[in-house]
Nanobody, 121 residues
Framework: QVQLVEAGGGLVQPGGSLRLSCAAS????????MGWYRQAPGKGRELVAL???????NYAYSGKGRFTISRDNAKNTVYLQMNSLKPEDTAVYYC???????????????WGQGTLVTVSS
């Protein structure tokens, strides 16, 4: 069974920074794309950023220039560096990955449990 475990959320003041991490564990053969999504109170889940196994990235408009996604393939870990945080960035941030388990024949869409980021003074 494959799991994604996020860490790094918390309370930060406007203008501050946070770094989220998400580690995949279990019997893994390969991980294709990895990404971050978020869900603000009363809103739907939205894309924040994606990164392929080759390092190509894609960002939602809201995070361009402020957020940076990266990954360490050797550690099966994806990171999200968030700078110049705004109150509207307050949300639960979820990690997502397309994972090929050792016992599987196709990639599965796996989600983490989420980590809360609160931007407030």
């Amino acid at each position: 069974q494959v799991q994604l475990v996020e860490a790094g959320g918390g309370l930060v003041q406007p203008g501050g920074s946070l770094r989220l991490s998400c580690a995949a564990s279990g019997s893994i053969s390969d991980i294709n794309r990895m990404g971050w999504y978020r869900q603000a109170p009363g809103k739907g889940r939205e894309l924040v950023a994606l990164i392929t196994s080759g390092g190509s990235t894609n960002y939602a408009y809201s995070g361009k220039g402020r957020f940076t996604i990266s990954r360490d393939n050797a550690k099966n870990t994806v990171y999200l560096q968030m700078n110049s945080l705004k109150p509207e960035d307050t949300a639960v941030y979820y990690c997502n990955a397309a994972v090929l388990a050792t016992s599987a024949y196709r990639y599965l869409d796996v989600w983490g449990q989420g980590t809360l980021v609160t931007v407030s003074s």
